[in-house]
């Protein structure tokens, strides 16, 4: 199969993670007989020291070229120390789920058995945690109005969702809970906020089509809890665009690192791959990140954007046992880390069968 795939490093480790992942492409490549080919593109504070602009719309265009997009990370802290900056990294990446039509974020949080003694959560809570959480990417507060009044003394954010948006999302994280455990939690703030409600009521409309579904609706304050009280009980979370950018780093630590947790977000267009952590700019440079989120979100990849399944299987076999093996970097193994790329080569030699 021939693969076209952009690749958008952005900011801070973001290179150095997504080289790892490249490496791994390739290796699935030869392995399995698919022609890939890379396109570069700037994004993040990188494109705007070039360009002025965090998503040029050359990057735009060769997304919009490509089959899938693997991306790093974004952010920089020279911006986020400056909190009156006009344009900021950040902005490369909502313009590009944007623009890209990206509704539907899908973060999965599993444990790995050799990790599980590394979670800060008991044993026994975390060990059959298999979540997937649907976060929507394009709406609410990250994208509604904003601005100052007051002479800049007062500020607001508006939390806006359309009963549309809503119904996209919530039926889509109804199929994926189908063909799963059959069970739903619908995330809110029902008991404060109209948008949550609005949630609330379309989500019931749309449940009564789906037969044996069993769903439950959760405030978020209660989610949060819940969520290092009884992960095991969860199985797909569905949930606005802030709600779910929080709990999903807080489920990453169920897992044991956030360095380790992929996503793919899909919508209208091409299809995004990239891990839930940011830039970590006090690592950039210094081989020492963990790359198995992004090379996680390769394996995501394979599986959603071109229906590969070994392909992904293989790749998670390969993670699994460089944790097994305690080949890992410092974020999970303080005592005898290995290097981003020493982590990258054993998984790329596991694929070649070396290892
Ligand atoms: C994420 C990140 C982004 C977000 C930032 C970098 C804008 O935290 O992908 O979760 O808030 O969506
Ligand atoms: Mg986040």
Known sequence: MKLNIAVLPGDGIGKEIIEQAKKVVVAIADNFAHDV???HAIVGATAIDKTGNPFPDETFEICKASDAVLFGA???PKYDNDPKAKVRPEQGLLSMRKKLGLYANLRPVTTFKSLLGKSPI???LVQNVDILVIRELTGGIYFGEKGRTDNGNTAFD???YTRE???RIVRLACDYAMKRDKKLTVVDKANVLETSRLW???AQEIIKEYDGLETEYMFVDN???QLIQGPGNFDVMV?????GDILTDEASVITGSLGLLPSASIGSSTSVFEPIHGSYPQAAGKNIANPLGTILSAAMMFEYAFNLKDEARLIEEAVEKSLEENYSTEDINRNNPRSTSEVGDWIVKFIQGIK
């Open 165 to 167: 948006e809503i119904d």
């Open 158 to 160: 508006t939390n806006t």
């Open 239 to 243: 949930t606005e665009n802030m709600f």
């Open 122 to 124: 008991r044993q026994d």
């Open 37 to 39: 080919n890379f396109t």
């Open 200 to 202: 609330r009521e379309t």
């Open 223 to 225: 989610a949060a809890m």
């Open 74 to 76: 974004i952010g920089d």
